[in-house]
Structure formats: C-alpha cells, structure tokens
C-alpha cells in the first residue's frame, strides 16, 4: 500500500538537476554548491503545495547536487511535490537566480543572484549577500491555524522570506573579492508564497520589494529572474553515468517559449519528447504585477543558449557578458522574427533543433525613478503545469494545465483588483476597507486540528471542531458544511493520491441554526463520530474519532481529515474544500508495550512490501517492546550489530529512514530497525541474535530472527 504522500526517498535523493560543469560539452556536474558564507541559507523549500521550490537568502532559486541535498532529499523546482505517482515527479530547472538593472549616474548595471557558468564563491555573478548573520536567515510563517508557525500576517500556507542586499564587493565575513560586481546600492525584500489548495497548489509567487540605499536616485529600474532550465524526471532518468532507467540525464532536449495571450505573457520550458511520459511537465514563469505606473512598463522575454557568449547560427541569441549588455537583454523585446528554422518567440519549429540547452529569461520594467529610501515591488509567479491531452508537440491545447495554474496566480496576487489595472475600482472593496488589497481570494475552511493514534491493528484519528466557526472570506459568513476522511490509497492499482474512508455533514434538521440550503453532502450529521465527551490529547481537545480498523501492524500510513463549505451559489462558486496536505499524518500501527517481545518479518525478505526502493529504508520490526527499552543486536559469532534505545513516550521514527521522509507517529510497543549496522552499513545474509533489556524492571529477553537477501 502506498504512502498518502508517497515521496519515495530514492525519489527525493535524485530530484536535483545538477549545475552544470563549466566545460563546453556540458558532461559532467560541479561538486561545489551554491553557497556563500556560513550564514547562507539554502535548506529551506516550499512543501505545502505540489510545487517544491527551494528558496536561499541570497537570490539564487533551486538547489546544486551536493552531498546536502542528497542527504535531505531536497528538491529544486519540483511538481508534483506531494504525488505518489513516479511519473509526475517532475524536476523543471537546477537553479535559477534574481537579476536588478537600474540607472545609477548615467552608468547601466545589473545585480545578478546568478549567471550562467557560476558556481560557487569568488566567481562571477553571485552578487547578492546577506551580512553573515543569523538574523538574515530565511525565516517562515503560515496562515494555517493549526499550524505551529502560525501568523495572522501571514499571506499563505507558508510564506517563506527574507532580505539580502547588493551592496558588498567582499563576501561578508571574508576576504574573498565578488568579482566584476559594480553594486547598484540596492537591498532585496524577498517574499515567497505557497498554498496547499487543490487549485492554488501549483505555483509559487514570489514578491521582490526594491530599496533604494543609495543617497542618489535610482532610474530605470528593471526586474528579472533568469533560470538553468531543465525538465526531466529523476525516477526515470539521473545524472549519474548509466543513469536511470531511461538513461543518463539529457541537458540538450529542452526547448522554451513564449506564450502570449491577451490575458497572460508566461515563458515556458519543456521536454522536447517527454521521456516516454516520465517528463511530460512544463515549467512556467509570469509576471502578475509590479508597482509600476510607467506607460513604457513591460514583459520582456529572452533565451540564450547556456555559457554561450557568440553564436554564428544564431547571434541574436547570445549570453550577455558585461552590465550593459545584461541591461539590454532585462529593458528591451528580442528580435527572432527573422531567423530562418524559428518561430517569432525565438523558439526551433523542428524538434531535432533540440540540441543546445537553452537559458529561461523574463524580466519586467521600467518602474518609477526610486528617490532615496523609496522602494517598488515586482511579482512573479513560477508555475507547473502537467501536459493536456495526447499530443506531440508544444501545441496551445497541451499548455491548458499549466495556464490554468497561471491564471489561478493571477487572481489570487490581483485579489480586490478584479480587472488588473492597479487601481481600487467602484464595486471591487470586498472587505470594505477603502484599500486595493492583493491576495484575497475564496478559501474553504480550515482544516480541522488532527492527532492520530496508532494501536494493534488500528488507528484512531481525533479532530476538533476549529473549521466550524470560520469565516468565509469573502462574504464573512460561516459556511462550514462538512467534513472528509482520508487515508493512504487502499488500492495502489488505481494510482489514487488519496482514499475517502468517510463523510459527515451537517443534518439541517440536526442542526436548525446552520441550514443546509445548499445540499452539500448527505446530511448525514456527526453522531458516528461525535465523542460524548471531549478527549485532551497533547494538551489540545478534541470532539470527534474516527477508527480505521483492520490495518496491518507496521505498514506505513497517512491519514487527514478536511473540511468542507457550502460554496455560494450567488457568486457561482462552488463547494470548496481544505487539502489533505494541511494536516496529514503519518502512522504506524502495531503492538502495545508489553514484555512478550517478537520480531517480524522472521525471516525478513529485501523488498518486503513495506519497505522502500533505497538500502536505508528496508525495516525489521520488533514488537511487545517494554515502553522503555534497549535493543542490542549480535551476529552469531557474537559480535554487536547495532544497539537501539527505544522510549515510547518520544519514539517518532527519528533513526529509520521513512517513506514520506519525515516523523510519524507510531504504537507504544513497536520499533523499526533499518538493517544497518553501527557504520551505517549494510548487513549480510545470516541469523541474528538480539537482546531486550526493560529499563524500568531490568529484564533481560532474547530472540533470533533471519535475514535473507
């Protein structure tokens, strides 16, 4: 049975696409990461939604392949983040970077996150610093109530920000020289926003605030974010010699475009054939605003072959060298129309032009002159969207998934402003506070606080009653309805993300005060789950249980409950309902503590069905543990294996390496044991002896179990 959330962490060790080696042919990958100071954070990623992004406090977007990412299992720009199907774990570019350009005393330049080429400290175009401080370090916030890190002014499930600036020529704390930076004077509010809504899960936005630090206006300001792209599938293909399934990964079967509707301007990216359905994702970036009131403000799109600086076949397409060529690239249109072999965007209209491994590039502007201390804000979204339909090539109707997505960031960045002008107009005040407010859009409710407790063949979920009195944000009206229970996909055939084990909802003749107007649900009411009284769990009450029963002991599970509203049928809005990702669980079900003592699987089989595709996530369970133990593990010879401390009370999974990638709860009495000796390595085909020591009684129980390989 899969996971809820089933990330296998084979999955997450290679979802990184590699930087690239500074050779012309490209073949092989930098060892060093993306990282400045000591202070540099670059661990932090979004995870609420399907898009995983990692996001550093010094302009760079997406991670390096380093023995760090390897060991978090960290992605760079991946969707769907949170599927269980392989095919649609995506990895869309290796890193990407924020780029500045403004006037400062007549003289054009550019503040560059990263360019094609940099890698690591000392070289060209890491250009944006914090002040080697911990304070400097991204710092988090959420919106969700239940949520430990929850702030009422947070903007989404997780906001993710921090500030930088471009002021240093030294890395801070250092000696070591930026080389050819020229800084505008400028620092970076940097500000990332993700939701877990099935229709807001596919993109994150990013908000740029611009300083002006300097004591002289800054002009011509200008705006970009510049992208490594590369679309591919580490399931399927990886970076390693022989490579994947598929083979080795292929930088050169990407090709980028740029879409341009009357309604939307989005730069994409995508694999040229797929991978026989292993990358059939695209990759997306837009502009949803800017505080610009310059009639001369615009999108601007660009791509250039990467580390490429001249380019007989095609010169238009170059990389910029220098500030001033970097401005003109950030302020000006490109001009493709007439290059034979290429469409107006600049694009190959013959797939087997597919070989070169092209640079994403959008950028937007003019903003307003900045007088010292004034400051402007650019937006942007990046966006994944999953292939429509069944064809071949880059056609309008295979990019309906990801405008869609596109199109759900705009309206939730326009919020109150309804046609997009930047203006409040008469009717679009729906919170009636007299200003144009970005970021109000319909919610559902909450999703309800959750605790899973796992037992002998069961688990049992308790939930609270925290949606029922939430506001609907638009009209500021309950409307809470009902709620869902999910748990990991009963039937892997069927490659469901989830499984709907039940529904309550609420009974209008029940409940008098909350009619039911609307039909949502089945009326069905909450008797079968309402608990007499309230139960205190962890220091939080709950009134509602729900039993999954009949589950087998060890196997890995998820669970989340949501809720549900009744929409609004006045402004055609549909039910809408909270994601199982704001509160899932995961749980293990097995044994009380006890002092019968057993292990299973005896005799334990690699690639038992629980276990994962990696040498860390193969499991042998041990049973009827005291709730204070400590486990020792000998070869027949004797020698110690591994020693294990077990405490029921913190137990969490914390010295396995689980599925889903992080804690889970688990029942008193079990332990899971990964098969890897003391120096982390594996162990052989034999019969095991091990010992149980009861740290309250000091009783000492023996066993043997069988490893088969």
Same mark, same amino acid.
Request: proline content about 3%; glycine content about 12%; charged content about 20%.
């Given at each position: 049975m899969a996971s809820l959330r089933f990330i296998p962490i084979l999955v997450l060790l290679v979802c990184a696409v590699t930087l690239r080696a500074q050779s012309p042919v490209r073949d092989g990958k930098s060892g060093a990461p993306v990282r400045h100071t000591a202070a540099d954070d670059s661990w932090h990623f979004t995870s609420e939604g399907n898009l995983g992004l990692t996001v550093t /406090?010094?302009?760079?977007? *997406?991670?390096? +392949?380093?023995?760090?990412?390897?060991?978090?299992?960290?992605?760079?720009?991946?969707?769907?983040?949170?599927?269980?199907?392989?095919?649609?774990q995506v990895e869309h570019?290796?890193?990407? *970077?924020?780029?500045?350009?403004?006037?400062?005393?007549?003289?054009?330049?550019? %503040?560059?996150?990263?360019?094609?080429? &940099?890698?690591?400290?000392?070289?060209p175009g890491?250009?944006? #610093? /914090? #002040?080697?401080?911990?304070?400097?370090?991204?710092? #988090?916030?959420?919106?969700?109530l239940t949520s430990p890190l929850f702030d009422p002014a947070a903007i989404s499930h997780q906001d993710l920000f921090c500030t930088f600036t471009d002021t240093a020529t030294y890395l801070p704390g250092t000696t070591i020289p930026i080389p050819d930076h020229d800084p505008l004077g400028i620092a970076v509010r940097q500000e990332v926003y993700c939701w877990n809504y099935p229709y807001a899960d596919a993109f994150s936005i990013l908000a740029f605030t611009i300083s002006n630090l300097q004591s002289t206006p800054l002009e011509g300001l200008y705006v970009g974010l510049w992208f490594d792209a590369s679309v591919g599938n580490m399931n399927y293909t990886n970076f390693e010699p022989g490579g994947g399934p598929g083979g080795r990964w292929n930088w050169y079967d990407n090709l980028n475009n740029f879409v341009q509707t009357p309604d939307q301007k989005v730069a994409i990216s995508f694999d040229e054939n797929g991978d026989d359905g292993w990358a059939e994702s695209y990759l997306g970036v837009t502009v949803l605003g800017g505080e610009s009131k310059a009639d001369s403000f615009g999108v601007y799109y660009r791509q250039w072959p990467w580390n490429t600086s001249s380019s007989l076949e095609y010169p238009d397409w170059v990389m910029p060298t220098n500030d001033q060529e970097r401005y003109q690239k950030m302020s000006t249109p490109g001009n493709y129309a007439a290059i034979p072999g290429y469409n107006a965007q600049g694009v190959p209209v013959n797939p087997a032009s597919a070989t070169e491994s092209w640079?994403?590039?959008?950028?937007?502007? $003019? +903003?307003?002159?900045?007088?010292?201390?004034?400051?402007?804000?650019?937006?942007?979204?990046?966006?994944?969207?999953?292939?429509? *339909? /069944?064809?071949?090539?880059?056609? $309008?109707?295979?990019?309906? /998934?990801l405008l869609l997505n596109a199109g759900w960031a705009q309206t939730i960045y326009n919020g109150e402003d309804a046609d997009g002008d930047g203006f409040l107009d008469p009717g679009e005040d729906i919170n009636g506070n007299g200003q144009l407010d970005h970021y109000v859009f319909p919610k559902p409710p909450p999703s309800p606080r959750l605790a899973v407790v796992p037992a002998d063949g069961m688990v049992r979920l308790y939930w609270d009653r925290t949606p029922e009195t939430a506001l609907d944000s638009l009209t500021g009206q309950k409307d809470f309805e009902g709620y869902r229970v999910y748990s990991s996909p009963k039937t892997a055939q069927l490659q469901e993300n989830y499984t709907l084990l039940a529904q309550y909802d609420l009974d209008y003749v029940l409940e008098p005060n909350s009619p039911d107007t609307s039909l949502i649900g089945f009326n069905t009411g909450f008797s079968a789950v309402q608990l007499a009284d309230s139960i205190l769990i962890d220091g939080y009450w709950y009134q509602y249980c729900f039993t999954d029963s009949g589950v087998l002991n060890g196997w890995p599970l998820e669970y989340a409950v949501t809720a549900y509203d009744r929409g609004n049928p006045t402004n055609n809005l549909p039910s809408l309902e909270s994601s199982p990702l704001e509160n899932q669980v995961e749980a293990y079900p097995g044994t009380p503590p006890s002092d019968r003592i057993g292990v299973y699987p005896n005799p334990y089989r690699v690639h038992a069905a629980w276990d994962g595709p990696g040498a860390s996530q193969r499991m042998i369970w041990f049973q009827y543990? $005291? &709730?204070?133990?400590?486990?020792?593990?000998?070869?027949?010879?004797?020698?110690l294996v591994d020693v294990i401390q077990h405490?029921? &009370? %913190?137990? %969490?999974?914390?010295?396995?390496?689980?599925?889903?990638?992080?804690?889970?709860?688990?029942?008193?009495?079990?332990?899971?044991?990964?098969?890897?000796?003391?120096?982390?390595?594996?162990i052989a085909t034999g019969l095991?002896?091990?010992?149980?020591?009861?740290?309250? %009684?000091?009783?000492?129980?023996? *066993? #043997?179990?069988?490893?088969?390989?």
């Open positions: /406090n010094f302009g760079v977007f *997406g991670r390096t +392949f380093d023995a760090a990412y390897m060991t978090l299992g960290q992605p760079s720009c991946l969707y769907k983040l949170q599927s269980n199907l392989l095919q649609e570019f290796s890193y990407g *970077g924020l780029w500045v350009g403004g006037i400062r005393g007549g003289i054009e330049r550019v %503040t560059t996150g990263i360019q094609d080429g &940099a890698f690591s400290a000392g070289e890491l250009e944006f #610093t /914090n #002040t080697a401080s911990e304070a400097d370090s991204v710092r #988090t916030r959420s919106s969700i640079m994403l590039f959008l950028s937007c502007g $003019p +903003f307003e002159t900045l007088a010292p201390g004034d400051s402007a804000q650019a937006v942007f979204a990046i966006v994944g969207g999953r292939w429509a *339909g /069944n064809y071949a090539t880059d056609v $309008p109707a295979r990019r309906a /998934n543990l $005291p &709730a204070r133990a400590e486990i020792r593990i000998f070869t027949l010879a004797g020698d405490d029921a &009370a %913190t137990y %969490t999974g914390q010295d396995v390496n689980l599925l889903s990638g992080g804690e889970a709860v688990f029942a008193g009495g079990i332990h899971a044991w990964d098969l890897l000796n003391q120096d982390n390595q594996e095991y002896m091990y010992s149980v020591e009861d740290k309250d %009684t000091k009783k000492v129980k023996t *066993g #043997t179990f069988m490893v088969i390989k």
